[in-house]
Structure formats: structure tokens, C-alpha cells
């Protein structure tokens, strides 16, 4: 298995940038296809953007596109979540999880990952 720990979060004004960080270690992290999802209070985890084993591939909520970009450093086992012009409405804990695949493919369903990071606080003052 994989553990995984986000970081990176924050309070920042809109139009600001944050980048968030997601640590794994565990078993072989390169394997696993990577994702983000946030989450406000009250309502359904929702997805953000993957990336897939090598880094190949991505996928982006609509929302993210053009403002968020997701990679990763097999190197160091590490993930990130650029993001730029962040509004009120990206306030939201995130969260980044794991699914291990022999592919390189992406998803942006919550169900497929096996692996979620405790989250880190995205705050987006106006």
C-alpha cells in the first residue's frame, strides 16, 4: 500500500496562486496513477485533475482547466496541484489519492482510488 500526505495549503487572496504538495511513500509510488479531488462541508467530494503513472497523461475538471496543473516527480515520489487565479469557490479541503494500475491511464472517478491523503485547507479569501 501507499501513504499519502498533502500539503501545501493555506489562506490567499483571490486571484492568488497556491501549490499543493502530495507525498507518498509506501509500495512502489511510480506505480500508481495520481489524482485530486476537494471537498466542501456539506456536499460530495468532487474532482479536480489526474495524472497519470509517468506523467503523460492528464485530465482536469472544467473548472481547473487553463488555472490548475497537475504533475509529478516519480523521483521523489511527489505530486503537485499548481494552481493559479484561484477564486472564493476553490475554497475546499483537498485531497490527493492513489490508484495502482500497470497502465497509463487517468480518472476522474473517486471510487477507482484506493489510497487518500488526510487533506490540506485551501482558503480563498475575496
Known amino acids: 500500500q501507499v501513504q499519502l500526505v498533502e500539503s501545501g495549503g493555506g489562506l490567499v487572496q483571490a486571484g492568488g496562486s497556491l501549490r499543493l504538495s502530495c507525498a507518498a511513500s509506501?509500495?512502489?509510488?511510480?506505480?500508481?496513477?495520481m489524482g485530486w479531488f476537494r471537498q466542501v462541508p456539506g456536499l460530495e467530494r468532487e474532482f479536480v485533475a489526474a495524472?497519470?503513472?509517468?506523467?503523460?497523461?492528464?485530465t482536469y475538471q472544467d473548472f481547473a482547466k487553463g488555472r490548475f496543473t497537475i504533475s509529478r516527480d516519480n523521483a521523489k515520489n511527489t505530486v503537485y496541484l499548481q494552481m493559479n487565479s484561484l477564486k472564493p469557490e476553490d475554497t475546499a479541503v483537498y485531497y490527493c489519492?492513489?490508484?495502482?494500475?500497470?497502465?497509463?491511464?487517468?480518472?476522474?472517478?473517486?471510487?477507482?482510488?484506493?489510497?487518500w491523503g488526510q487533506g490540506t485547507q485551501v482558503t480563498v479569501s475575496s
Open positions: 509506501g509500495r512502489t509510488p511510480s506505480m500508481y496513477r
Open positions: 489519492a492513489a490508484d495502482y494500475t500497470f497502465g497509463e491511464t487517468v480518472t476522474g472517478t473517486a471510487a477507482a482510488y484506493e489510497y
Open positions: 495524472i497519470s503513472r509517468s506523467g503523460g497523461s492528464t
